[in-house]
Each structure stands twice: as structure tokens, then as C-alpha cells.
């Protein structure tokens, strides 16, 4: 039985979320797809060295790419993923590992950048051509990141959709890459070291994250006082959620934004030299 914000009663489940249970794709499997992601990326690292040695690769990024792979095998693999297909405060857990933690490190490990160092130079050509191309463009947008990642969370959790979705094990696949995905997107239009032709200056940059913590912060109160919410899950564990959302999308959003600010280079103004001369810029 559910009251008239679409939470169930307190002392009842309502397992229409949660009775497809673990999704059926065994956890050695997915470990090791992670793993063969990561020596692929290593791979390419000790290629890059040894074309430019000069230039090399930073461990840094090596060491955030790693973090982020390591992140979501936390999400995908047991014991976080079983308590999130029997708990909703295990899915919003692996909600932001998934869509906001591990995205953030692995945009920071620049993929894109790392390819087109090691790429024959046709193939960066294609792949630099498709990042400067329109339909590149329109996705690294920062209205379109903002869209996908934070504007979808008001569809999925106000309407039957997540119910929908967790139904069967394919949507829960489904929901994983979105999640990866958009959050990947939207770190990458932020903060992200690669290349994006379509990303506005530092300060445009940080008005759409405060438009992103905003919406997140609303949605969590709503859903923490079940105002028009629609997940079949007992009361206390949708609040539990709403908590989970709104401190940890919190933490999440501060290293976004310190990521952002890091990069952030204002131009010093040179007074001209003596004889009229402009200054030169080292």
C-alpha cells in the first residue's frame, strides 16, 4: 500500500522495484572488464612515454583513471551492488559512485587526450575531426551535460520511470550507463583536461555547476519529504536516499568545482613598456 506521494507504507516493501534482483551478469565477468579497461589504458600511457618521451604522461592521470575504474567496479560488484537491488539507499549509492565520483576521475585521466598522442596520425586527425564537428559539439555543451545528467534525476524519481526501469535487469544496465555516461559528460564540460571546442570560460562554467547543486539539492529535499516522488520503497529508506543524495552529491559537486578552479588561469594585465613598446608574453 502507498500513501498519495507514491511511498510505500512504513512497514511495508514493495518489491515491484527490487524483484528482479542482481542483474545477470556474473561479478568475475565484470571484473574483468574493468580490469582489461585498465590495462588497455596503461597500455596506451606506456605508448605516449615512449612516443614523446619528453612530454611523457602524468601519473596523476594515470592514478585518476585507475581511481575511476576502481570506483565503479565499488558500484557494479558485490556487496554495494546486491544492497543496491534490495535497498533504494543502495541504488542511491551506487547512484553516485556511478554518475558523479567515478565519472569526475576518470575525465580527469584524459582518455581523449591520451588517444590522440598515441594514435597513428590519420586516426587523430578522424577522432580530433569528430570532436570539433557539430554533432560533437552539441553534446559537450554545457546546457546539454546539465540536461542529461542533473535534468533526467527529476524524470527517473517524479515519475514511473525508475519503478519501470528496475523492473527488469536490462534497465538496470540501462540506468548504469546513463548515469556513466552523462556524469562523464558533464565532468568533461566542467572541469575536463581534453579538448572541447563548445566550452564557455571559467565563470560560465561554474553559473551552470551552481544551476547543477541547486537542482540536486531540491530534488533530495523533495524526495526526503516525499512530495511527488513516485518510488515504490519504504518510506525511511527513500529519505535515507533523499540523505544520501544531497550530502554525498554535496562532496561530490566541491571536487567538481575544485577540479574547475584549478584550471582556472585569469590573464595578467602587463602595463606597456617603456617607448610604447606591448609587453611580451613568456
Same mark, same amino acid.
Given at each position: 500500500?502507498?500513501?498519495?506521494?507514491?511511498?510505500?507504507?512504513?512497514?511495508?516493501?514493495?518489491?515491484?522495484?527490487?524483484?528482479?534482483?542482481?542483474?545477470?551478469?556474473?561479478?568475475?565477468?565484470?571484473?574483468?572488464?574493468?580490469?582489461?579497461?585498465?590495462?588497455?589504458?596503461?597500455?596506451?600511457?606506456?605508448?605516449? *612515454?615512449?612516443?614523446?618521451? $619528453?612530454?611523457?604522461?602524468?601519473?596523476?592521470?594515470? /592514478?585518476?583513471? &585507475? +581511481?575511476? =575504474?576502481? %570506483? !565503479?567496479?565499488?558500484?557494479?560488484?558485490?556487496?554495494?551492488?546486491?544492497?543496491?537491488?534490495?535497498?533504494?539507499?543502495?541504488?542511491?549509492?551506487?547512484?553516485?559512485?556511478?554518475?558523479?565520483?567515478?565519472?569526475?576521475?576518470?575525465?580527469?585521466?584524459?582518455?581523449?587526450?591520451?588517444?590522440?598522442?598515441?594514435?597513428?596520425?590519420?586516426?587523430?586527425? *578522424?577522432?580530433?575531426?569528430? $570532436?570539433?564537428?557539430?554533432?560533437?559539439?552539441?553534446? /559537450?555543451?554545457? &546546457? +546539454?551535460? =546539465?540536461? %542529461? !545528467?542533473?535534468?533526467?534525476?527529476?524524470?527517473?524519481?517524479?515519475?514511473?520511470?525508475?519503478?519501470?526501469?528496475?523492473?527488469?535487469?536490462?534497465?538496470?544496465?540501462?540506468?548504469?550507463?546513463?548515469?556513466?555516461?552523462?556524469?562523464?559528460?558533464?565532468?568533461?564540460?566542467?572541469?575536463?583536461?581534453?579538448?572541447?571546442?563548445?566550452?564557455?570560460?571559467? *565563470?560560465?562554467?561554474?553559473?551552470?555547476?551552481?544551476?547543477?547543486?541547486?537542482?540536486? /539539492?531540491?530534488? &533530495?529535499?523533495?524526495?526526503?519529504?516525499?512530495?511527488?516522488?513516485?518510488?515504490?520503497?519504504?518510506?525511511?529508506?527513500?529519505?535515507?536516499?533523499?540523505?544520501?543524495?544531497?550530502?554525498?552529491?554535496?562532496?561530490?559537486?566541491?571536487?567538481?568545482?575544485?577540479?574547475?578552479?584549478?584550471?582556472?588561469?585569469?590573464?595578467?594585465?602587463?602595463?606597456?613598456?617603456?617607448?610604447?613598446?606591448?609587453?611580451?608574453?613568456?
Amino acid at each position: 500500500m502507498t500513501d498519495h506521494h507514491g511511498l510505500t507504507d512504513h512497514g511495508v516493501m514493495d518489491h515491484g522495484a527490487h524483484s528482479a534482483g542482481s542483474p545477470g551478469v556474473p561479478a568475475p565477468v565484470l571484473a574483468l572488464i574493468v580490469l582489461t579497461v585498465l590495462i588497455a589504458y596503461l597500455h596506451l600511457v606506456r605508448r605516449a *612515454r615512449r612516443r614523446n618521451p $619528453v612530454a611523457g604522461w602524468s601519473r596523476w592521470r594515470a /592514478a585518476c583513471f &585507475a +581511481t575511476g =575504474l576502481a %570506483l !565503479s567496479a565499488v558500484a557494479l560488484l558485490p556487496p554495494v551492488a546486491t544492497f543496491a537491488h534490495t535497498d533504494f539507499r543502495g541504488h542511491m549509492l551506487q547512484h553516485l559512485l556511478i554518475g558523479m565520483y567515478a565519472p569526475l576521475a576518470l575525465v580527469l585521466g584524459a582518455p581523449v587526450t591520451l588517444l590522440l598522442r598515441t594514435l597513428p596520425v590519420a586516426g587523430a586527425r *578522424r577522432l580530433s575531426a569528430v $570532436v570539433h564537428s557539430r554533432a560533437g559539439r552539441l553534446p /559537450a555543451h554545457p &546546457a +546539454t551535460a =546539465l540536461l %542529461l !545528467s542533473t535534468g533526467s534525476l527529476v524524470v527517473l524519481y517524479f515519475t514511473p520511470l525508475y519503478n519501470a526501469v528496475m523492473a527488469r535487469p536490462a534497465g538496470h544496465w540501462l540506468l548504469h550507463a546513463h548515469f556513466l555516461l552523462s556524469g562523464c559528460l558533464f565532468a568533461h564540460v566542467i572541469a575536463g583536461p581534453d579538448p572541447a571546442p563548445a566550452r564557455p570560460g571559467v *565563470r560560465a562554467r561554474l553559473v551552470y555547476l551552481g544551476c547543477a547543486i541547486f537542482v540536486h /539539492a531540491v530534488v &533530495a529535499q523533495l524526495m526526503y519529504g516525499g512530495f511527488w516522488v513516485d518510488v515504490h520503497a519504504p518510506i525511511a529508506e527513500v529519505r535515507g536516499g533523499a540523505e544520501i543524495m544531497y550530502y554525498g552529491g554535496d562532496i561530490a559537486e566541491l571536487l567538481l568545482a575544485a577540479a574547475l578552479v584549478s584550471t582556472w588561469r585569469p590573464e595578467r594585465r602587463s602595463r606597456p613598456g617603456r617607448m610604447g613598446l606591448k609587453p611580451v608574453r613568456t
